[in-house]
């Protein structure tokens, strides 16, 4: 068992789970062990069809969200030349065969951790250049949202350059 996927806690913790779910993103099952106060070490496995159909309503609500969000922009699924998937669930597959099915092309993963780090810098320069005197309509960046935005858009248009 990996080092912090055993616990000593009754439950399972927020970094098990995380972990398990970036290994099923490439796997077919995992095992996983859950600390019981009645039974002790409880020593289970999860295959990625299980984890699917657990998580099938986050996955719904997930593409809701992108239909929304086209729809709000008055926009369609032809109308998009590109997708760009950040975080560590765009390595998971379901997600991405979803988006594949939505708009009729393969969604573009490129070092999804590293976009998030991009768009969290480029947020804290923004805070940085307002405390030197930049534009305060730099300070409608949310550190959530604009971080994530910012750097969505940025691997999206550097990855379209790079292909191009």
């Given amino acids: 068992m990996p080092q912090g996927l055993r616990s000593t806690r009754p439950g399972f913790s927020v970094v098990q789970a995380e972990a398990v779910k970036e290994q099923l993103s490439s796997l077919s099952n995992r095992p996983i062990e859950i600390f019981s106060t009645k039974h002790g070490i409880v020593k289970l496995s999860i295959t990625q069809d299980e984890f699917i159909a657990a998580a099938k309503s986050i996955f719904d609500q997930s593409i809701w969200c992108v239909e929304e969000a086209l729809s709000l922009s008055h926009l369609g699924p032809d109308?998009?030349?590109?997708?760009?998937?950040?975080?560590?669930?765009?390595n998971i597959p379901e997600l991405k065969r979803r988006l594949q099915d939505l708009f009729g092309f393969e969604p573009v993963r490129r070092n999804p951790s590293q976009a998030i780090a991009l768009?969290?810098?480029?947020?804290?320069?923004?805070?940085?250049?307002?405390?030197?005197?930049?534009?305060?309509?730099?300070?409608?960046?949310?550190?959530?949202?604009?971080?994530?935005?910012?750097?969505g858009w940025v691997a999206l248009a550097w990855t379209a350059r790079r292909e191009s």
């Fill in 79 to 90: 109308d998009i030349a590109g997708v760009f998937m950040a975080g560590g669930s765009s």
């Fill in 119 to 151: 768009g969290a810098a480029i947020f804290a320069g923004t805070l940085y250049a307002m405390a030197l005197g930049a534009p305060r309509w730099l300070g409608a960046i949310t550190p959530i949202g604009g971080s994530l935005l910012i750097a």
